[in-house]
Antibody, heavy 121, light 110 residues
Framework: DVQLVESGGGLVQPGGSLRLSCSVS????????VHWVRQAPGKGLEYVST????????YFADSVRGRFSISRDNSKNMLNLQMSSLRLEDTAVYYC??????????????WGRGTLVTVSS | QSALTQPASVSGSPGQSITISCTGT?????????VSWYQQHPGKAPKVVIS???NRPSGVSNRFSGSKSGNTASLTISGLQAEDEADYYC??????????FGGGTRLTVL
């Protein structure tokens, strides 16, 4: 079965940094694009970032560009999201999501359960 | 990139059909046949029910169907069941190589 398990969430002060990780199994990780999507408490889904296979391209929402970076380690079946200069509005559940194919335009098919990031003083 | 526009809520009785609209622009919904729909029950992760406008992933009930006309996509659920009560989100690939979601629609089965 396809599984994506996020970790690294927690409480962080405004301006701080946090690194999220996503461990995947059940599919050939290196063959698929992967995404991060977030959901603020009681709100809708918001796209965050995408990484193509082999790190061939990275894409970000305007709201996080320049503050967040995405990386993957295909040898460890791991996706990471490095978040810096965190703001109150970054508070959300962050989902790791598998793409249905190798490129950024592949729809988002399997979702992890998410990890909660709370930015608060 | 502005969010796609969905109605905040829709409702229907068991056995009826409902349709949820999703309106975007010529830079997303109208440009690509990449609209997908997600079902999210409270406290759960989203699950894809429609991909590429009208494709139903394996395991999804054939009561779910999708379509698109111009800048507006639609999700139709026929033969409503209690288990269909959830939040539904549309999503589209965009001309700036990102994805955009709709604001979400809460479906209530009366």
């Amino acid at each position: 079965d396809v599984q994506l398990v996020e970790s690294g969430g927690g409480l962080v002060q405004p301006g701080g940094s946090l690194r999220l990780s996503c461990s995947v199994s059940g599919f050939s990780f290196s063959a698929y694009a992967v995404h991060w999507v977030r959901q603020a408490p009681g709100k809708g889904l918001e796209y965050v970032s995408t990484m193509n296979v082999n790190g061939g391209g990275t894409y970000f929402a305007d709201s996080v560009r320049g503050r967040f970076s995405i990386s993957r380690d295909n040898s460890k079946n791991m996706l990471n999201l490095q978040m810096s200069s965190l703001r109150l509005e970054d508070t959300a559940v962050y989902y790791c999501v598998k793409g249905a194919g190798p490129t950024r335009s592949s729809y988002l098919d399997y979702w992890g359960r998410g990890t909660l990031v709370t930015v608060s003083s | 990139q502005s969010a796609l526009t969905q109605p905040a809520s829709v409702s229907g009785s068991p056995g009826q059909s409902i349709t949820i609209s999703c309106t975007g622009t010529t830079s997303d919904v109208g440009l690509y046949d990449s609209v997908s729909w997600y079902q999210q029950h409270p406290g759960k992760a989203p699950k894809v029910v429609i991909s590429a406008v009208s494709n139903r992933p394996s395991g999804v009930s054939n009561r779910f169907s999708g379509s698109k006309s111009g800048n507006t996509a639609s999700l139709t659920i026929s033969g409503l069941q209690a288990e269909d009560e959830a939040d539904y989100y549309c999503s589209s690939y965009t001309s700036i190589s990102t994805w955009v979601f709709g604001g979400g629609t809460r479906l209530t089965v009366l």
